[in-house]
């Protein structure tokens, strides 16, 4: 099965209300400056974001809120990587699923110049996203997936949402047979790109004991199918830290959240504990022949010094 209908060229993601740049456009506008290497000359940025938990306007989560603090990083991004070919936004877009949540969001991301791609998680519902974003790329049995293809790169975002229904009280992540034969045509359709594959929830353990009795619960199949194809980097949110490593030869990387963060916690089973650190998001470097993947901290505000005492000075 081909990913058809939801198949989603670098022009046609999910724009919203103001006319949006494209990539070359926006190398048109950058300064004229030396390139550094072949590395600067061809690399293309996505900017990662997951775990936004937007609230009703009447709620925090651990005292922070939740709207502010993507408004914070969003700025932070786009002040320093306007020129980023999308926005991946990598689930749990709200807090309870609710209407006017997503309503929220959307106006946060009203002037977003560059394709958007959101992706649901446990703490999204489907109808009431749909509600707000009518746009965005569906499957024919209706999960939020999509496949944008770039020069060198195939982005391939899941929908890791159980339901509906909606199991009451678990947050367990799946991908059910028809997602799965999505992926892989997905992947087989890569044709020679190499695939850069998103879900919210993780197909592996972290470690982090309260959030991994609530990872996905296809996760052996899922690292089975991203295994045979060489070269797939997979990317995560859900446990709202930095981290990174390898399942089974799979390299995979998960962002920090622009809100509370999780905590290194190796025994507790509470998946609600939380923490508050600096918000954060992520930033794709893509080259011809691979992707690095930063995680930048916004709002400490730290000065930048030489080290004039260097060896290297
Ligand atoms: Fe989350």
Redesign the pocket.
Known sequence: MAPGPNHISHASAVRLQRPVLDAQVHAEMRLPRAPVSAFDVAMQKIIAI??I?ITRADQDIIGLDPLERFEQVRDAALIDHSDAVAMVLM??LTHHGLPEQYDRLRGALSDVPMPVIPML???DRRDAFLAAFPEAPQTPQGHIQSVMDLPHHRIIALDTLDGPPYPKGHHLGRLCPARMDWLRAALDGAAGRIPLVFT?HPPFATGIVGMDLINLTEGAALIDLLAATPGTHLFC????RTISGSSRGVPWTMFK?PCHQGVLDLTDPNSSLSIDEPPAYGLLLLAPDGVVAHSEDVGINAPVYEDTGSATH
Not at 237 to 240: A, D, L
Request: glycine letters at 22%; a negative charge; hydrophobic letters at 5%.
């Open positions: 997951t775990d938990h689930g749990d998680g446990n703490h919210h949110g859900h446990i709202h959240s």
